[in-house]
C-alpha cells in the first residue's frame, strides 16, 4: 500500500471516525472543566463533606492505608456485577442469575460511592467539575440498575435487560468521565505524610 491509498482504506475511515470521536469528547470535557456555572454549589457540597466528622474513616474512605484511593477498587463490584448480568441476559434460562448479580452490584454502590465523594471534595474546581458529572452519571446508572431489579423480580426479564442496558450506558461514561479526572487530569494518589 502506498501513501496515497492511506485514506481511502477502511481501516483509515475507522480511525479518522475515531478520532474525531475522540476530538469530540476531548473537547467536551474541556468545557466542562472551564464552565463556572456550578461552582457555588460544588464549593459548598465540598465544604460540607470536608466538615463531616469522619475520623479515621476519611483516610480509610481516601485510601491511605493502601496508598491509593480506594475508589477505583470498589467500584469493581457494582461494575462486575452489572457486566456479568448483561452478558447473562443474552443466555437462556439465566435471568435469576442476572438478577442476583443485579442486587449485589447495586449492594456494592454505598462504599465506592461514600469513597468516591471523599476523594472528591478535595479536589480542585476542573477536576471536581468533571467529578460532579461522573457522579450524576453514576446516579443515572444506579436508577436504572434498580428499575431493572425491580422489573426482574416482577418477572419482566425483558425490561429488566433493557434497564439493564441504559444502566451500562451511563456506567461506560461515568467510567470515562472517571478515567480523565484520574488520568487526564492526573489526580493521584492520597498524599503520603
Known sequence: MNADNLGTSPTAGRTTALGSASAWWLTTLGRLERTTVADPMINALQRKIRSLPLGGLRDLLRGRPLGH??????????????????????LPATQRAATSLTA????????????????WADLPPEQARVGLVHAISNVAAVACYAAALT???????????????????????????????????????????
Open 69 to 90: 484511593p480506594v475508589h477505583p477498587v470498589l467500584v469493581q463490584v457494582p461494575i462486575g456485577c452489572w457486566l456479568s448480568a448483561t452478558v447473562l441476559d443474552v
Open 104 to 119: 449485589v452490584g447495586l449492594a456494592g454502590v454505598a462504599p465506592a460511592a461514600l469513597a468516591g465523594w471523599a476523594d
Open 151 to 193: 422489573a426482574r423480580l416482577r418477572g419482566r426479564s425483558t425490561r429488566g435487560a433493557l434497564w439493564s442496558l441504559g444502566g451500562l450506558t451511563a456506567v461506560a461514561v461515568s467510567g470515562a468521565l472517571g478515567g480523565h479526572v484520574s488520568y487526564r487530569q492526573s489526580v493521584g494518589a492520597y498524599p503520603a505524610t
